[in-house]
């Protein structure tokens, strides 16, 4: 079975410094996905950034990289010049195949993000 | 414009009363699924359908019905509610072509209140 685990359930960041949010995975899997979603207080899931696990180089988008280390099974999100419009839950999810039904996500518990001015 | 959408957004509702929460998605997707958030355990998913006619449980699918009738369309269905059941759900679709990269994209939620 696969898991997906978020160790901090809230961090906190200065405005315009980077922060890191930590995401671990386990899996037997050789192939997956890793993905992360942004959740702000209106609710609506939004997504940030994708990394495929034979893909080589830590994926980018914007202000967000992914910091992908396969041996250790880590993801772990960085936000390079925190806005305070960042503040939100951040959740990391997986996805792997499955024989008969496509692919599934599963989801970590979520790390609530405060930006302080 | 492509989305999710779900229906009702907020429901106060009784203990045994049946309800249906509705989701529809304009964007042809093959795959769609339903989710469950709650407070320290982040996003569960109740059931998933890969295709019209074919759907599958999640990890939470104890008192919860699903129907994919149509391509489109994929209702929540509490035949009983109970309080545990209050929650936030959430209706999500994605294409089945890549089992590895299937942005899935949400609904804006139904928070869903069992008294």
């Known amino acids: 079975a696969q898991k997906i685990t978020q160790t901090q359930p809230g961090m906190f960041v200065q405005e315009k410094e980077a922060v890191t949010l930590d995401c671990t995975y386990d899996?037997?899997?050789?192939?997956?996905?890793l993905f992360w979603y942004k959740q702000p207080s209106s609710g609506e899931m939004i997504f940030l950034i994708y990394?495929?696990?034979?893909?080589?180089q830590n994926a980018t988008e914007g202000r967000y990289s992914l910091n992908f280390q396969k041996a250790r099974k880590s993801a772990n999100l960085v936000i390079s010049a925190s806005q305070l419009g960042d503040s939100a839950m951040y959740f990391c999810?997986?996805?792997?195949?499955?024989?008969?039904?496509?692919?599934?996500?599963?989801f970590g518990e979520g790390t609530q993000l405060t930006v302080n001015p | 414009e492509a989305q999710v959408t779900q229906n009702p957004r907020y429901l106060i509702t009784v203990t045994g009363k049946k309800l249906t929460v509705t989701c529809s998605q304009n964007?042809?997707?093959?795959?769609m699924s339903w989710y469950r958030q709650d407070p320290g355990l982040g996003l569960r998913q109740i059931y998933y359908?890969?295709?019209?006619?074919?759907?599958d449980k999640g990890d939470v699918p104890e008192g919860y019905k699903v129907s994919r009738k149509e391509k489109r369309n994929f209702p929540l269905i509490l035949e009983s509610p109970s309080p545990n059941q209050t929650s936030l759900y959430f209706c999500?679709?994605?294409?089945?072509?890549?089992?590895?990269?299937?942005?899935?994209?949400f609904g804006p939620g139904t928070r869903l209140t069992v008294l």
């Open positions: 999810a997986m996805s792997c195949p499955e024989e008969t039904s496509g692919s599934r996500l599963t």
């Open positions: 999500a679709s994605s294409w089945a072509g890549d089992p590895l990269f299937n942005e899935q994209f």
């Open positions: 359908s890969m295709n019209v006619e074919v759907t």
């Open positions: 899996t037997s899997d050789q192939s997956y996905g």
């Open positions: 964007m042809n997707h093959e795959y």
């Open positions: 990394q495929g696990s034979y893909d080589e």
